[in-house]
């Protein structure tokens, strides 16, 4: 009996530990994921949660680049000052791989920086639609950037999340960048699906494993990227709500 009072206590214990973990901390963390490249993850409240949104640097001779901004607006600041101080490096580009507000709602104060900002001209066409932030210089289709000593491409396969989601490919380092397109393993369902096309979704990620097989990482949007099961997960919650819708 008393030993079921001392493991009920630890776990409740634990339990006001974690609760104030999320009142206090979770801002703005950072992994490094291998080499020069860092997965950041901010939060915002979704329901009655805080829920994270990752997204990624590369650190490179040429200064900084970003793929994607901090979702928490109190970090835009704090995201420079943490590469400034840990790298020795400014950010000079920073790439939104769709309009949403968890990938654009830094493009504005980061120009303002001076950081060149990027986004497909079809991600910008919702953006203005949708009044979300823009970038100062759009890409036409799929391109290659060099910055640096680095390498990647941007490649849009096709609607799924949004109409405009694209993703970025490291062809030497074999990581794929699938901001919410690629649903983390640790998704329960499609999560927002406002402006998802659910009936094109499966056949754009079958583009993009044909198109790089084998990735060493896959960077998802949402929650836990460390499973690169990941698109296989997508392609398996695609076909549960199809199950449920008929
Ligand atoms: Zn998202």
Same mark, same amino acid.
């Given at each position: 009996m008393m030993r079921f009072v001392i493991i009920m206590s630890l776990l409740s214990l634990g339990y006001v530990g974690s609760a104030n973990a999320q009142a206090l901390g979770h801002k703005l963390e950072i992994s490094h994921l291998t080499g020069d490249f860092y997965v950041y993850t901010t939060y915002q409240k979704y329901g009655d949660q805080l829920f994270p949104s990752n997204s990624m640097y590369l650190v490179t001779k040429a200064g900084a680049v970003l793929f994607d901004v901090p /979702? *928490? $607006?109190?970090q835009f600041q704090p995201l420079l000052d943490s590469i400034a101080i840990k790298?020795? #490096? &400014? +950010? +000079?580009l920073c790439l939104a791989t769709h309009y949403h507000e968890d990938r654009t709602g830094a493009l504005e104060f980061y120009k303002q920086k001076g950081i060149k900002t990027y986004t497909t001209r079809q991600t910008d066409l919702l953006s203005q639609q949708h009044k979300e932030h823009r970038a100062q210089y759009l890409m036409d289709g799929d391109t290659t950037f060099t910055i640096g000593q680095y390498t990647f491409q941007t490649y849009y396969a096709g609607a799924g999340h949004s109409a405009d989601n694209i993703v970025v490919w490291?062809? &030497?380092? &074999?990581?794929?960048? @699938? @901001?919410?397109l690629i649903k983390s393993v640790e998704a329960k369902d499609l999560g927002n699906? $406002? *402006?998802?096309?659910v009936g094109a979704w499966a056949k754009t990620i079958k583009k993009i494993q044909h198109k790089f097989p084998k990735p060493k990482y896959i960077i998802t @949007?949402? #929650? *836990? /990227? !460390? *499973? !690169?099961r990941s698109m296989e997960h997508t392609l398996y919650l695609i076909k549960q709500y199809q199950r449920k819708q008929q």
């Open positions: /979702w *928490d $607006s109190t790298h020795h #490096q &400014k +950010v +000079v490291f062809p &030497k380092e &074999k990581i794929l960048y @699938g @901001g919410c699906l $406002s *402006d998802a096309h @949007g949402h #929650q *836990d /990227w !460390t *499973d !690169t």
